[in-house]
């Protein structure tokens, strides 16, 4: 980056009584980006002396920026434009504490990375920004942007005081209106946006409000109609890119132009083996294990062709301009999907009972497994299960069911409650869906043996009975077979519930309402939104897209996933039971059952090689700590937290209105009365938002890139006796499975999503790291930080030392791929798709 002027001499006399003060001002100036032009200034507010006519600050007058030249900006060398400011302030003016930026161009906004200003004594001042700023002809208010001193609100400046509850009055708005894209406004809105009430097959319930469908809130950002089913967010189209969402909150340009990169290259990687399939006649399910990895993820011999597939894209893609940078890149550049981590040493180790069990310990859903503790399972309508000793018995290793319990030795992963109520109306969608429960037993070694799994069915007619069938471990034959059918459909119920309650609701959307009351009450001053701030990056938009592209009627989840249309219902009722006082890793590990407290206050875990749970641990002490050290800086008793008018504010808009569905569930929050809470509080959403995320979400590629390892949907039931489809499944067991499982169209589509997913931007931080030392002037909380940073490149020591250790099988597996997705990273320099490094927010 150009490194900041400091001038000798001023453009213009200094007028008498007063003192220059000269700056830079950096803004972003490539792909096209519009740049401030001669009629933008800047004014400067005194943080210490007071204007007694207005009770703010003094003002100093407007000035002009001038001299304009290219630069380069960031560890991504951005594109930039650095410009100079010549600033007059009289003697009295005192320490400038904010910037006023006027935008006097007509239309265009620009996007302002920061303002530094040169005081005398070699002081600086630095206004760290990164947000547009829009033409005062359309905002009819000045931006203001405010020095990098964190304060509590009573410790506040006086000549800033009113400054900072404008703001903060400002951001929250009035509830009305149509949102313009100028407008800087956070408000609270249910999931309105999902469905059209003026097509029938698109219905779908408003989510959030009610009883019947609590949820998380949004951030507004559209316009609201009433519609027939209440009031309802208009969308243009299916895949919708105009939308509102406040200027802030976006991607900067240049995470916007990568992501749209991937996008197109997810396409072109999606168009290709469609393309093929309609060249070959191949357009329903793959023949073989040998033409899924040959037509996925090798280049195509022949000229890929367009056709069908290029006709049905130009449909669903925006513009005709994307449609022809896909078109091109098709034709001249053909690609292929990557290899998933999961085959590239062993094509056949993911049908192992090993590896199916070790993922859900180290996989990309390692947050479901449960101990067990009653035997045999019972549902939460306390109806029981058909599983029995007779069946698990003899796989015990020489124990009973009972011993085995007592010694934490059984677990299961449960998939049934939750989706009983659901499967008649799911299996009228062409899907052919169970309710599972697969029980594991804990060998001597440390690894998991599945030694049963349940799939359930709810009995024809109505009322609650169920047809259950129990499938145990075989190798070879018709029962090696079914095996593995079982084994399928307990991964694709796993799935589904990974893609939308382990990662869309309880990373994606629990987050947000957070994001929303930090904007809404905490000023950017506050020490408390500073700390959060890197962890709610981008996390808005990338909600506005999903719910635009994912997660709306007829989106990719309803497409590729088997709740199909249901899919959203069922996440709000899963929500109802939600509770962020469990969400931090100790806590959850504990309700699970697969950890116990220990006396140190710590926890113990049932399982030693559990390689999510034990990087996690150290990855939680790590943020815990900092966090910890943070707030005791800033708040020297509990009555500085209960006392802290923001803060309070903040934590009602939280629990009242963001979650407001779970307002009155006493276990559900804790009460924000000492510093401990407040540190707790803090380190859970941090938890969430970055180290929880990045777990569930990095490693989808590297396990599910290969389809029959994490089926999203089947279109059969396993095989009755006798039946027609036993015996094909008997003359050709290969062709049965790929003819369960997605079809090339919903596998080829679900690979290019989670392709998209699974990659780290070129601007990623993460955990540990700033945009830039500049964000606070406090050199003992930078040294607080400095201390955090350390402590996780010990933990990547220890994640490492493990990988390499071969008594911990768990840590690799039959499918040689290594535990990382805990790894932190701190030095963040790989990019793509690497299946490892926590990035700071939920950011894609």
């Avoid at 408003?206 to 027939?228: D, E, Q, S, V, W």
């Avoid at 049932?606 to 005791?632: K, T």
Wanted: proline fraction near 6%; charge should be neutral.
């Amino acid at each position: 980056m150009q490194m900041p002027f400091c001038w000798d001499r001023s453009p213009a006399q200094v007028p008498e009584n007063h003192i220059a003060i000269n700056g830079t001002v950096v803004v972003s100036s490539h792909f096209g980006l519009s740049v401030p032009g001669k009629t933008t200034t800047l004014c400067l507010f005194s943080s210490t002396q007071i204007d007694h006519n207005t009770g703010k600050g003094k003002l100093s007058t407007e000035a002009p920026l001038r001299s304009g030249k290219k630069s380069k900006h960031g560890p991504g060398k951005t594109s930039t434009m650095t410009y100079q400011v010549t600033l007059f302030v009289d003697t009295e003016f005192g320490t400038p504490g904010a910037i006023v930026v006027k935008n006097g161009l007509k239309n265009d906004q620009f996007f302002l990375r920061y303002v530094q200003l040169e005081l005398a004594e070699d002081r600086s001042i630095h206004f760290e920004c990164n947000s547009w700023v829009y033409p005062y002809k359309k905002t009819n208010s000045d931006r203001v942007f405010f020095i990098n001193t964190a304060y509590l609100p009573d410790k506040t400046p006086e000549a800033l005081r009113l400054l900072r509850e404008e703001e903060l009055r400002s951001l929250r708005g009035n509830g009305r209106g149509e949102r313009k894209d100028w407008e800087r406004i956070y408000d609270y809105d249910y999931y309105n946006d999902l469905g059209n009430p003026d097509k029938e097959d698109h219905i779908r319930p408003i989510l959030g409000g009610t009883a019947t469908y609590p949820y998380p809130r949004r951030c507004r950002t559209g316009r609201a109609l009433f519609k027939k089913d209440g009031m309802t967010e208009t969308r243009k189209h299916m895949i919708n890119l105009d939308f509102y969402i406040p200027p802030d909150e976006r991607f900067n340009p240049t995470k916007l132009a990568e992501v749209l990169t991937l996008a197109v290259q997810a396409v072109t990687h999606f168009v290709i083996p469609e393309s093929r399939a309609l060249f070959q006649g191949n357009i329903n399910s793959f023949k073989s294990f040998d033409q899924l990895r040959r037509d996925l993820y090798s280049k195509p011999q022949q000229p890929v062709v367009e056709g069908v597939v290029m006709d049905k894209l130009k449909t669903s893609v925006p513009s005709h301009k994307t449609y022809k940078q896909v078109s091109k890149m098709v034709k001249e550049t053909p690609v292929r999907f990557p290899i998933p981590q999961v085959i590239e040493h062993d094509k056949g180790a993911w049908r192992t009972d090993e590896e199916f069990a070790r993922e859900m310990l180290a996989g990309l859903n390692p947050v479901v497994i449960k101990r067990l503790d009653v035997f045999p399972p019972v549902s939460s309508g306390g109806k029981k299960s058909s599983i029995t000793t007779a069946h698990i018995e003899g796989q015990l290793e020489g124990r009973t069911v009972e011993k085995a319990i007592e010694q934490n030795r059984l677990y299961i992963l449960d998939h049934h409650d939750y989706l009983i109520p659901y499967l008649r109306r799911i299996n009228t969608l062409g899907v052919c869906i169970y309710a599972s429960r697969t029980l594991l037993f804990l060998k001597d070694d440390g690894t998991l043996k599945p030694v049963v799994i349940e799939l359930s069915l709810p009995s024809d007619g109505a009322g609650d009975g169920e047809i259950s069938r129990i499938f145990l471990p075989a190798s070879q034959g018709t029962e090696g077979q079914m095996w593995q059918l079982a084994k399928a459909h307990v991964s694709v119920n796993d799935s589904g519930y990974h893609q939308l309650i382990s990662h869309w609701l309880f990373t994606h959307a629990t987050v947000e309402p957070f994001i929303i009351a930090t904007k809404r009450q905490l000023s950017v001053m506050h020490p408390i939104n500073k700390l959060l701030e890197p962890h709610f990056k981008d996390n808005m938009q990338i909600n506005t897209l999903a719910r635009s592209i994912l997660l709306s009627a007829g989106g990719i989840l309803e497409r590729t996933m088997f709740p199909g249309k249901y899919a959203m219902e069922m996440s709000s009722a899963i929500y109802s039971e939600w509770r962020f006082a469990e969400q931090s890793l100790p806590n959850e590990l504990i309700k699970r059952g697969v950890a116990s407290k220990d006396p140190s206050g710590g926890v113990t875990l049932h399982i030693e090689d559990y390689p999510y749970a034990v990087d996690g641990l150290d990855v939680w002490r790590a943020i815990e700590g900092w966090v910890q050290s943070y707030c005791a800086h800033f708040y020297h008793s509990d009555a500085a937290v209960v006392g802290d008018r923001e803060l309070q504010a903040w934590w009602d808009d939280v629990r009242l209105v963001g979650h407001g569905d779970r307002q009155h569930d006493p276990a559900c929050w804790l009460k924000l009365d000492a510093v401990a809470h407040l540190a707790e509080t803090l380190s859970t959403i941090i938890w969430i938002a970055s180290a929880l995320h990045a777990a569930v979400n990095f490693g989808q590629y590297g396990y599910a890139g290969f389809m029959p390892n994490r089926p999203t949907r089947c279109r059969r039931f396993v095989p009755l006796p006798g039946s027609p489809e036993m015996v094909q499944l008997e003359a050709d067991p290969e062709t049965f499975f790929l003819e369960m499982v997605p079809d090339r169209f919903t596998t080829t589509l679900g690979l290019a999503l989670i392709e998209v997913l699974s990659n780290h931007t070129s601007d990623e931080l993460y955990l540990g790291q700033r945009a830039t030392s500049s964000w606070t002037d406090d050199g003992e909380v930078l040294q607080l930080l400095d201390r955090f940073r350390e402590e996780l490149r010990r933990v990547e020591k220890r994640v490492a030392e493990r990988n390499r250790d071969p008594r911990l099988k768990n840590r690799r597996g039959p499918a040689k791929v290594p535990y990382t997705l805990l790894f932190p990273d701190v030095g963040g320099k790989e990019k793509g798709i690497t299946g490892k490094g926590i990035p700071n927010s939920v950011s894609i």
